[in-house]
């Protein structure tokens, strides 16, 4: 298991022949990377850490004022605005949002969980449908510069 004992023995915990945490890039930084392939719609694990009430680096939106720390997991899952999981917040479940290979990296769309992040910052995903900039659901884009756009965009 990827989880200390802390968090109990749940058979969807994800396991470590399963999955790691690796640095992806310096740019990226760590994501979680599966060793396995998962088909569409399949539940691939159950998530866990501790329940927080502010906004971390590592956690995830449960709901206004609660957030779920994860600094051995879910907290580590990259974005894309094309992702390859989705996260049930009142489950505590991830699903592949389509086939994902075994070697791939898991990238939510952090919109998806997030009213406000704990940064923002430029999008590199690479998407044909990238917003740019990777922001909460509720967050405004900032005013970029020309300098920045054409940095994000090149």
């Not at 749940?10 to 310096?26: R, S, Y």
């Not at 992702?83 to 479940?93: A, C, G, R, V």
């Not at 949002?97 to 769309?109: C, E, G, Q, R, V």
Request: with cysteine.
């Amino acid at each position: 298991m990827l989880y200390p004992a802390i968090y109990g023995q749940n058979p969807m915990f994800p396991k470590a022949t399963d999955f790691e945490v690796v640095l992806k890039n310096e740019m990226a930084g760590k994501g979680v990377i599966c060793y396995r392939a998962f088909k569409r719609s399949e539940v691939i694990a159950h998530i866990s850490g501790d329940v927080v009430n502010e906004i971390r680096q590592h956690t995830l939106q449960i709901s206004t004022d609660k957030h779920l720390y994860d600094p051995h997991f879910s907290g580590y899952f990259l974005h894309s605005c094309a992702p390859n999981i989705s996260l049930d917040m009142d489950k505590l479940t991830v699903t592949a949002l389509k086939d994902i290979p075994a070697n791939s990296f898991l990238y939510m769309d952090y919109a998806e969980t997030e009213d406000y992040l704990f940064k923002q910052f430029p999008c590199s995903c690479g998407s044909h449908n990238c917003r740019g900039w990777i922001t909460g659901k509720n967050e405004r884009l900032p005013v970029l510069s020309e300098s920045v756009l054409h940095a994000v965009n090149s």
